[in-house]
């Protein structure tokens, strides 16, 4: 075998030791958006990265999409929201009281097999609160490897929010690994919006909000976050916090003069009312920079994931499929655990939570974060359909994330060569399955296999 993610001559180790990068076009020309190198390897499975064929609308994936013989990789496993799917107020038998936030109303309405529903107002009225709401209290939170803020609002409304660090043309350094890179605040914004388009709704609401570091950020601090403040000699106000990394002055978070951009995440309900269940990710990194995880060299990993619990049966395992798509389109190489509520067992979603280094290389598509899926050969039907559907339009999936994301308050949230690689790579997961139909003819269902349809 070749190297786990690269072609002869051009080997790209996504644990980093080696990463081969593509060169940056601005300019969004004919090279823009190639990957390292013609064809990947993912542990045994070749998957073509030619850019796809402009005019391809995988009509044989649309004709199987109405058959049933392909069911071993396309699963028609949608979770079905109208049965068994009570609310986390049902569970913890709290009624919402006469004067709550939004906030504690949405989340006493997530329910077991998704945060919100489609047509669920209350998610616009949390994201007006974290956006026009006055900041009475900020302290840092504890953890973490770079700079958060807890934002505290009136009413006990709670906000995570990751501060502004560069521009939104600003890519990934190629000599940085996924787990030093900074976190992008406009990322998390994005990835909110994504996940709302894609229809998996496993996201807490986002938002962009600028504030003025002196009135609502150095007047509201604790004493801790206030000892890091201090005067630039550009007389920008700037303060750094304490974390592992980048919590430095060479590295501080600095207002133009005192204006400051960030995005706000929605608090999860507490963890004392409604616990959650942390998992380590499957298909987690090394997080090293020269070892490679299992996964990377054994051509037959998942069929030992397909093995252990909770993956041997129901979702899990094609929402582990969900979200190395939903990273994948964002380019997200920083998905080492994930949590559920524990409340609802395993049953459940994962919730798609932090999402600060995705958007950071719109020229380069990272095959080795769609391994779950090049490695099962495995998707689920809704989603497939879903892709489909951009890749053919009316609306590709770059138009709906522009008009979705216009709305926020720091529009534009992304450099256009971000959504531009969207529709790429929603052509490169096509390419993928079409490349998985054929590898895996029918008649090839095992048992494990059968569990999921089931």
């Not at 998390?188 to 894609?198: G, K, M, N, S």
């Not at 976050?225 to 980048?246: D, E, I, M």
């Not at 994931?305 to 380019?331: K, S, W």
Request: charged share 25%; proline share 6%; net charge neutral.
């Amino acid at each position: 075998m070749i190297g786990a993610y690269g072609a002869a001559g051009d080997i790209c180790n996504s644990s980093g030791s080696k990463e081969a990068s593509t060169q940056a076009q601005s300019s969004g020309g004919q090279n823009a958006g190639t990957t390292s190198g013609q064809d990947a390897v993912v542990a045994g499975s070749t998957l073509s990265t030619r850019k796809p064929t402009p005019h391809d609308r995988y009509v044989d994936l649309q004709k199987l999409l109405l058959s049933d013989e392909y069911l071993h990789v396309i699963v028609d496993n949608a979770p079905d929201v109208t049965v068994n799917n009570p609310s986390l107020g049902e569970m913890l038998h709290r009624q919402v009281g006469v004067n709550a936030s939004n906030l504690e109303r949405f989340q006493l309405r997530i329910t077991k097999k998704e945060l919100y529903g489609e047509q669920d107002t209350l998610v616009d009225a949390v994201l007006r609160d974290m956006i026009k709401l006055p900041i009475e209290h900020v302290v840092q939170k504890e953890g973490g490897t770079q700079l958060k803020l807890i934002i505290e609002y009136p009413n006990d409304i709670k906000a995570l929010m990751k501060p502004m660090r560069f521009p939104r043309d600003q890519q990934t350094l190629p000599n940085h690994f996924y787990f030093t890179d900074y976190e992008r605040h406009n990322a998390e914004i994005a990835a909110f919006h994504l996940d709302r388009v894609l229809g998996f709704r496993r996201a807490m609401p986002v938002a962009g909000r600028t504030l003025n570091i002196t009135t609502e950020i150095y007047q509201k601090a604790d004493e801790n976050l206030l000892k890091t403040f201090f005067v630039s000699p550009s007389l920008n106000l700037c303060f750094h916090g304490k974390c592992s990394y980048y919590c430095d002055t060479s590295h501080a978070i600095c207002g133009n003069p005192d204006m400051l951009e960030g995005s706000f995440a929605a608090f999860l309900p507490s963890l004392d009312s409604s616990n959650r269940k942390l998992w380590r990710h499957p298909w987690r990194r090394s997080y090293h920079k020269r070892k490679k995880a299992q996964w990377e060299t054994d051509a037959n990993y998942c069929a030992l994931v397909r093995d252990i619990p909770p993956y041997d049966e129901g979702r899990r395992l094609l929402d582990l499929m969900d979200m190395a798509v939903f990273d994948f389109l964002t380019g997200n190489m920083d998905r080492h655990h994930y949590e559920t509520f524990k409340i609802y067992g395993n049953e459940t979603f994962p919730l798609h939570l932090d999402h600060g280094r995705g958007f950071g290389r719109p020229y380069h598509d990272e095959l080795s974060i769609l391994a779950p899926v090049l490695q099962c050969c495995l998707i689920r039907k809704t989603t497939l359909t879903k892709l489909l559907e951009f890749h053919n339009g009316p609306k590709p999936l770059s138009q709906v994330m522009g008009e979705s994301l216009s709305k926020d308050p720091v529009s534009p949230v992304l450099w256009q060569p971000h959504l531009e690689a969207l529709d790429r790579r929603v052509g490169v997961i096509l390419q993928s399955i079409r490349d998985c139909i054929k590898r895996n003819p029918p008649g090839e269902l095992d048992a494990s296999e059968a569990d999921l349809s089931s």
